[in-house]
């Protein structure tokens, strides 16, 4: 009995679809070129997204040139530089499924749906950020530079 259940809950989790981007995106290596909105976004917008926490909640793991906000974290790298380190299209699939790039990395899918494991209803068929949020988080970062990033 207990093996078949585990049996059925193995089958299950392989029918689960490769992982899938909530817009019919252009991955290309490891970078999505193309806006989900064919515009840019909004760099003011971008940065209120990353700090709050209702939205991206970035600062849970991240810290970065935002001296208002007293607790930031420390389980990934500052954001700080993030435009020099990477180019758009490379900051554009981190943001929107970084575990195309790092399977075991903890940040979560903020543009998935599909491939995910007990999303909440009100989460459900809806990425944690939409397309226009995605471009303006990415235009923040874009503007990210640091004289002395590696
Ligand atoms: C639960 C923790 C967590 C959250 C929340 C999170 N990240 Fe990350 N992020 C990481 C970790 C860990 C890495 C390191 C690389 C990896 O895991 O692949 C990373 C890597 C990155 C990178 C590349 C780092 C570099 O080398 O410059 C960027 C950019 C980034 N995250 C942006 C964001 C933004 C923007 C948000 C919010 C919308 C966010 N992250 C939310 C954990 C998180």
Redesign the pocket.
């Known amino acids: 009995m207990r093996a078949a259940r585990f049996l059925a809950s193995l089958l299950l989790a392989m029918a689960v679809p490769a992982m899938a981007l909530a817009d019919a995106a252009m991955v290309a290596g490891d970078a999505v070129a193309q806006s989900l909105t064919g515009s840019a976004g909004d760099p003011l917008r971008g940065r209120a997204?990353?700090i709050d926490r209702q939205?991206?909640?970035?600062l849970?793991?991240?810290s970065g040139p935002f001296n208002e906000e007293p607790l930031q974290?420390n389980?990934?790298?500052?954001?700080e530089?993030?435009g020099s380190?990477?180019n758009e299209g490379q900051?554009r699939l981190?943001?929107m499924d970084?575990k195309r790039?790092?399977a075991?990395?903890?940040?979560?899918a903020?543009h998935r749906i599909e491939g995910l494991n007990r999303v909440g209803p009100v989460w459900r068929n809806r990425p944690?950020?939409n397309a226009a949020e995605i471009e303006d988080?990415l235009a923040f970062?874009m503007g990210l530079k640091t004289e002395n990033a590696p």
């Open positions: 997204i990353i939205k991206g909640f970035c849970l793991c991240h974290g389980l990934a790298p500052s954001l530089g993030a380190r990477w900051l981190r943001l970084n790039v790092n075991e990395s903890i940040m979560p903020y944690i950020l988080v970062l």
